[in-house]
C-alpha cells in the first residue's frame, strides 16, 4: 500500500490559520478610509448637536420687542421636536412647529402660557431659574407662568 503524504504546512499545529495572509487591494483600503471618515464625520455631528443643546441650543430669536419693565422671562429650549404655542400678555408669539435644539425667549409683563407637546420635549427657565414641571412628562402640557406681585 502507498502511504500519502501531507504537506509540511499542514502537519504543524499553529494555534491559527495558518494560509498565506493577502494583503489588502486598494479599493479596500479605499473604502475603508471613506467608512473612517464618515463614521468620524458622524461621531461629530452627534456630539456638536448634543454640546448644543446643552448650552442652551442655538442663538434663538428673542421674541417680544421693548421688554423693559416686563418681568416674565421664559427662555424655552426644544429638545424633541414638535408643535409649540407660546402666548405673552394674551398675545400669540409663537405658533409653529419647533426642531430640536431651537431656543427661544420670551418677556411678558403679567403672563406667559407655554403649551408643549410633552414637558419632556423643552428645557425651560423662568428668570433665570431652571424650571421642571412636575406629573407626566409625554402628554401635552400648558405650562402658565404669572406675575402675582403687586409691582406689575
Given amino acids: 500500500m502507498t502511504e500519502l503524504k501531507r504537506p509540511r504546512e499542514h502537519t504543524e499545529v499553529t494555534g491559527g490559520f495558518t494560509g498565506p495572509v493577502l494583503p489588502a487591494s486598494r479599493s479596500q483600503l479605499a473604502v475603508r478610509a471613506v467608512a473612517a471618515v464618515a463614521v468620524a464625520l458622524l461621531l461629530g455631528l452627534i456630539g456638536w448637536q448634543m454640546a448644543r443643546v446643552a448650552d442652551g441650543g ?3 430669536a428673542p421674541v417680544g420687542e421693548g ?8 427662555r424655552l429650549t426644544v429638545l424633541l421636536g414638535g408643535a409649540f404655542k407660546i402666548i405673552v400678555d394674551g398675545e400669540v408669539v409663537v405658533d409653529r412647529r419647533l426642531p430640536p435644539g431651537e431656543r427661544i425667549e420670551v418677556a411678558g409683563r403679567r403672563r406667559v402660557e407655554v403649551q408643549v407637546p410633552a414637558a419632556k420635549s423643552v428645557r425651560l427657565e423662568y428668570n433665570g431659574e431652571r424650571v421642571q414641571p412636575q406629573g407626566r412628562q409625554d402628554v401635552p402640557r400648558t405650562l402658565v407662568f404669572i406675575d402675582d406681585s403687586e409691582g406689575g
Fill in 67 to 74: 421688554d423693559a419693565g416686563q418681568d416674565q422671562r421664559v
Fill in 58 to 60: 442655538a442663538a434663538g
